[in-house]
């Protein structure tokens, strides 16, 4: 019998990880020096004495809960933006404005300016928001301008208007568009967020214990925290994807 479809996936990708982690091995072995570039073992020891410490577990959650929270109101004005923006010519070249720009400008840029004008607890938070908000905004109204005229069409026929056509016509016809816009922006919110604990340094963080243990030239550390930050954005996108089946 051959394999089943799952199965032979499951293979390749264990053989692909076992792959790189050899690689990471090799080039543990060729530098010579932990500090630089841990092997995997003692980046697993580091992570494995990190799964012990309360502080940990905080930093993760606060982490969390900041992309979050950044992503939800990135998503909530990006529906809110999108709607006006179908309703009114004006609204839509005033909202391409910031849409672009924000797109070009670095994430070190943003958070600096962030920093002059915010406290360091809210920092990342609000990075998250505005990197994340040209990217939903911008797939939400693509995907409310690709919806077919014969649901228009219906709509004004049955008379269904305001918060009955958002919710009935607008929102399930563009779900394709509002699902590419938040897987997307699920990666770019843990980067972002992250960047930004990390020069913000909130004392209860995933980036700042990333800075300190590069402030101490502790590499297993370093790589252990960003070990869990992998993890955990795999997990938060993971979510996404199952909450976004659902819906």
């Not at 179908?86 to 920093?115: G, N």
Request: aromatic share 10%; charged share 15%; net charge positive.
């Amino acid at each position: 019998m051959k394999p089943k479809t799952g199965e032979k996936r499951i293979g390749k990708k264990t053989v692909a990880v076992l792959l790189w982690l050899a690689l990471w091995q090799l080039g543990a072995m060729t530098f010579g020096r932990s500090f630089v570039l841990p092997s995997p073992v003692f980046t697993c020891k580091a992570l494995l004495d990190l799964l012990v410490q309360p502080l940990f577990w905080r930093s993760c959650g606060v982490t969390m809960l900041r992309v979050a929270a950044g992503l939800a109101l990135a998503s909530l004005l990006g529906f809110l933006g999108a709607w006006a923006a179908t309703k009114s010519s004006w609204m839509r070249a005033i909202l391409s404005v910031p849409a672009a720009v924000i797109k070009s400008v670095p994430v070190m840029s943003v958070i600096l300016i962030a920093l002059l004008c915010l406290a360091s607890s809210i920092v990342p938070t609000f990075v998250c928001f505005l990197m994340c908000f040209p990217v939903m905004y911008t797939n939400i109204l693509q995907g409310f301008d690709s919806v077919p005229v014969e649901y228009r069409e219906l709509a004004q026929v049955y008379r269904i208007r305001g918060a009955k056509y958002f919710g009935r016509i607008l929102v399930p016809a563009s779900m394709g568009y509002i699902r590419a816009g938040l897987l997307l922006s699920c990666g770019l919110a843990w980067k972002s967020t992250v960047a930004a604990e990390v020069l913000s340094s909130p004392r209860v963080s995933m980036g700042y214990h990333l800075l300190s243990a590069k402030m101490y030239l502790d590499g297993p550390s370093l790589f252990a925290w960003t070990v869990g930050i992998v993890l955990l954005s795999m997990l938060f996108e993971k979510c996404v994807r199952l909450a976004l089946r659902r819906w």
